[in-house]
């Protein structure tokens, strides 16, 4: 139990450092500032307490036994006053400064998080559900924005102040500090204790209400099919049950981080009675004055302010390192694919791919694969076509082009050069795709056909438009160009979805190009229309295609028919069927169907 405190406490200080090293030290210039005003608010309620002592022996009590008259009592008066207001606004500039400092940290944090995400493969995304990543840079850098914001703000000046007001009560007298300060071990304890169990909490918490996000996220997707199969109710008590988790949770936080409320209030009851009757009793003998004893109090009574805040704070600390815990966790997950030390730029208009013994396994540990050592030629220029049955790693092989994975075994090369030898960007920018898994963002026309071409004037985006066969229905919107589409394109229909896709890949205008069934959303009229249209834009790029409709790869310079991740045939259409093999099986399957 001890060495799980000590690696707890160690794994406390090293997130902190951590954060304050990465985060907290380029804005050191600005945090000197603040906690110069901190320091001088703390001074200002310190010289508060000590103060009070001359008001009662020098002045109150001197009026009333004659030794001095009322307007002793106004210099001190005004001396209060100024430490109030000078309290106020130190307190004031402070918080606004540590409040932006804060803010600022935990905003290049999120920035941090969502660029980290951007460099990560797609196995990541397929291991880590959208809602829970989203709720990595919402939620719980939200309780993170909290904790700093509150802790990293009043945390110093709190502790400052605790500081001086234990001078004061040691200055005053120090027999009566040394019983106020048994309080303290036990509270530090208590304290020490209630954030450790917080932090787990603040795990569950955190944990739980990804999974709410994860849940709420695949309703809405899916509400199409939630109103089809009439499943509302069900979809109400399993969000219900989600919700309750986290509230439940909640509600544990505060009673766990109240717990400490009682229990320090009972114990500062003990010790100012114990200060009382002992400070009576020097005074009955001499050793203090009825002002010394008062201005004691006073200064214990502030003290014992900080120490609540201080607890409170360490609570919310806790809660925001559970959350940091978690964001951490995720930028230290090292990406897959990277450049390699000498990256070099890939810039062709003509490109050809080779496969060389390239064997992929989703499951690096594991036996079970999706290509069994492919040797492919895809020549600069041409049209190869990828076919076979479902399962048989047709889209896995245009996944490794450009780099969403990395081959097992082999090697994949363009023009002669690997293709972990150029850099990421550079590879992807040579390569236009269109998949049967569209992509409409919730932003206009123009930005979706532009997405990844953003140098294009309108006048190109709007002969893309044309060229994909998009242009008729884009006229007829509301806003034309400008109208936005709606989350995942909801106001178009499949075959629009796909037009928009086919527009955007026309405009990026890339010497590959990658064709994953990419007129399966199309009725048999439009598909006539886009397939002119892709027969253009395949002419003198390199195209690798994989087919809805065998009967619409017909033209292709070459197939490649798979099967259990392994080539069983290619060659020209009229070839293939001539064998009489898997192709000619599958081609007059297509045509009956």
């Not at 438009?465 to 007829?476: R, S, V």
């Not at 009725?523 to 087919?547: C, F, P, V, Y």
Request: proline share 2%; glycine share 6%; charged share 20%.
């Amino acid at each position: 139990m001890q060495q799980s405190q000590i690696q707890t406490e160690q794994s406390n200080l090293k997130l902190i450092k951590r954060l304050v090293t990465n985060y907290l030290k380029p804005y050191s210039g600005q945090l000197a500032i603040t906690v110069f005003f901190m320091f001088l608010a703390s001074a200002a309620v310190a010289s508060f307490a000590k103060v009070l002592q001359p008001v009662l022996d020098k002045a109150l009590i001197g009026i009333q036994d004659g030794s001095s008259n009322i307007s002793d009592v106004w210099p001190m008066a005004g001396f209060i006053f100024g430490c109030f207001f000078v309290s106020g606004v130190a307190t004031y500039i402070h918080v606004i400064k540590m409040n932006k400092i804060s803010q600022s940290i935990v905003a290049d944090i999120q920035k941090d998080v969502f660029s980290h995400f951007m460099k990560l493969e797609l196995s990541f995304f397929h291991l880590h559900p959208s809602g829970q990543l989203v709720s990595r840079i919402t939620n719980d850098v939200n309780v993170m924005r909290a904790a700093v914001s509150d802790s990293v703000t009043s945390f110093g000046k709190y502790l400052i102040t605790l500081m001086l007001l234990l001078g004061v009560m040691i200055w005053q007298d120090w027999k009566l500090a040394l019983i106020a300060l048994t309080i303290f071990p036990a509270a530090v304890f208590l304290i020490n204790k209630i954030g450790k169990k917080l932090r787990r909490i603040s795990h569950s918490i955190q944990s739980e209400n990804a999974k709410l996000m994860e849940t709420l996220i695949g309703i809405f997707q899916g509400i199409r099919q939630v109103q089809a199969y009439g499943m509302e109710e069900y979809e109400k008590e399993r969000s219900g049950r989600a919700v309750n988790t986290v509230r439940n949770l909640n509600i544990k936080s505060v009673r766990v981080g109240n717990l400490s409320t009682p229990v320090n209030e009972l114990l500062v009851g003990c010790i100012i009675c114990i200060i009382i009757g002992f400070g009576a009793y020097r005074i009955s003998q001499g050793e203090l004055t009825p002002g010394g004893l008062i201005s004691f109090i006073a200064a214990f009574i502030l003290a014992y302010e900080p120490i609540k805040k201080l607890a409170k704070l360490n609570n919310s600390l806790q809660i925001g390192l559970g959350a940091a815990d978690r964001i951490l966790a995720m930028l230290d997950i090292d990406p897959e694919i990277v450049d390699s030390a000498d990256a070099r730029q890939l810039h062709v208009k003509s490109a050809e791919i080779k496969f060389k013994k390239v064997s992929f396994s989703y499951e690096p540990q594991s036996d079970e694969k999706a290509l069994h050592c492919i040797d492919l030629i895809v020549e600069a220029g041409k049209t190869t076509a990828l076919v076979g049955p479902s399962g048989s790693g047709k889209t896995t092989i245009l996944n490794l082009v450009p780099r969403f994975y990395d081959v097992t075994e082999g090697v994949i090369k363009i023009n002669d050069i690997d293709i972990r030898e150029y850099s990421v960007s550079s590879l992807r920018k040579n390569i236009a795709l269109v998949s049967q898994d569209i992509t409409i963002f919730d932003d206009s026309v123009t930005a979706n056909i532009s997405y990844g071409t953003k140098d294009a004037s309108f006048e190109e985006i709007k002969s893309a438009a044309k060229a994909a066969a998009a242009d008729l229905f884009i006229e007829d919107m509301p806003e034309k160009y400008n109208t936005r589409l709606g989350e995942n394109g909801v106001k178009l229909s499949g075959g629009q979805k796909q037009r928009i896709a086919i527009a955007r890949a026309i405009l990026r205008d890339a010497p590959i190009l990658l064709l994953d069934e990419a007129t399966s959303a199309l009725d048999n009229e439009s598909e006539q229309l886009i397939q002119k249209t892709l027969a253009e834009l395949q002419k003198g790029r390199t195209t690798l295609i994989i087919a809805h409709r065998l009967s619409t790869i017909r033209e292709a310079d070459k197939i490649v028919v798979l099967e259990r991740g392994n080539i069983k045939e290619q060659g020209s259409h009229e070839s293939l069927l001539e064998q009489g093999g898997l192709y000619s099986r599958l081609y007059n399957s297509s045509l009956s169907e």
